[in-house]
């Protein structure tokens, strides 16, 4: 079975901090995907990124960059310079075979940047 | 573009009733998923609808119904309500076109419906 785990349940940080968000997933599938999602006050899911088993070629998105590491089972997400606008609840979810709609997500991380 | 739509934003019903939760996706898109947000169990995954077909599902009992319509929109269904229904629901959307393009596999979300059962 698919599961993601975030185990930082809150993180707070002072405005211009770095900060990273922890995702470990866990699947017996060899095809998969994996997302990231921003969920502000709002409520709307925004997606951020996604990644597929295949490439473990990290990205970079202006303040933003994901780290694949399948051998740890981790897509950690690094937020640089960080902003009161990105205060959010970050989710990282995954996807598994090859129609992928069937998402797993993990429990959130809770991010507050304070001024 | 316009986005994923959903009716209504707010709702509060009494135990024991029933209610329906709208979705228009993206134009174009042809799959529209449902999740239930919770406090206690995150969010979680209720169905999936593809070409009017329910193709996915999750493991929720069958209060919980849905369906889509022949211009991709989906409804679903809550009968007997509970407490625990309280929740928002939240539908996504992706364009789906077919095997061997799960590149376009993305899910979209709309801004859910918060329900409220008192």
């Known amino acids: 079975a698919q599961k993601v785990t975030q185990a930082q349940t809150e993180i707070s940080v002072v405005e211009k901090e770095d900060v990273t968000l922890d995702c470990v997933y866990e699947?017996?599938?060899?095809?998969?995907?994996l997302f990231w999602y921003k969920q502000p006050p709002s409520g709307e899911l925004v997606f951020l990124i996604r990644?597929?088993?295949?490439?473990?070629q990290n990205e970079i998105s202006g303040r933003y960059s994901w780290n694949f590491q399948k051998s740890t089972s981790s897509f950690n997400f690094t937020i640089t310079a960080s902003q009161v606008v990105d205060s959010a609840v970050y989710f990282c979810?995954?996807?598994?075979?090859?129609?992928?709609?069937?998402?797993?997500f993990g429990p959130g991380t809770r991010l507050s940047v304070l001024p | 573009k316009a986005g994923v739509t959903q009716t209504p934003r707010y709702l509060i019903k009494t135990r024991g009733q029933q209610v329906t939760l709208s979705c228009s996706p993206i134009?174009?898109?042809?799959?529209v998923s449902w999740y239930q947000q919770t406090p206690g169990q995150g969010l979680q995954f209720l169905f999936e609808?593809?070409?009017?077909?329910?193709?996915n599902k999750g493991n929720f009992p069958g209060r919980f119904s849905g369906r889509q319509f022949s211009n991709s929109r989906s409804e679903m269904n809550v009968s007997t309500l509970e407490l625990g229904d309280s929740a928002l629901y939240l539908c996504?959307?992706?364009?789906?076109?077919?095997?061997?393009?799960?590149?376009?596999?993305?899910?979209?979300f709309g801004a859910g419906t918060r329900l409220s059962v008192l």
């Open positions: 134009s174009g898109h042809r799959s």
């Open positions: 979810a995954l996807s598994e075979g090859n129609y992928g709609q069937n998402f797993v």
């Open positions: 609808y593809f070409s009017e077909t329910q193709r």
């Open positions: 990644r597929n088993s295949f490439d473990e």
């Open positions: 699947t017996r599938d060899t095809t998969y995907y």
């Open positions: 996504a959307s992706s364009l789906d076109p077919g095997p061997g393009q799960s590149a376009k596999n993305i899910q979209y």
